[in-house]
């Protein structure tokens, strides 16, 4: 896999909180394996370029994976994490 950071994002997020619409302090950050760097077995390098090759759709299993435990934690303890943020 590449190391492949959007700045934009970040910068998108502090202008929303800027703008009152997020609040800085319970930002996020989801790290999964994606952008990756080696086709698949058996998959040609030309066919694995671009967003819409065959990583992508691992790279947005990954994201569930990785986000549905952390979404299930706060949704199900709402109350405890209502206005404290997870550590």
Request: net charge negative; glycine share 8%.
């Amino acid at each position: 896999m590449t190391n492949e950071e959007s700045q934009t994002y970040q910068r998108e997020m502090r202008t929303l909180a800027t703008l009152g619409f997020v609040d800085p302090d319970r930002i996020m950050v989801l790290r999964s394996g994606s952008n990756f760097s080696v086709p698949p077995p058996g998959v040609p390098v030309t066919q694995s370029m671009g967003d819409e090759g065959p990583g992508q759709s691992l790279a947005f299993d990954n994201n569930e994976r990785a986000g549905e435990p952390v979404i299930e934690e706060i949704l199900s303890n709402w109350k405890k994490y209502r206005d404290n943020v997870p550590s």
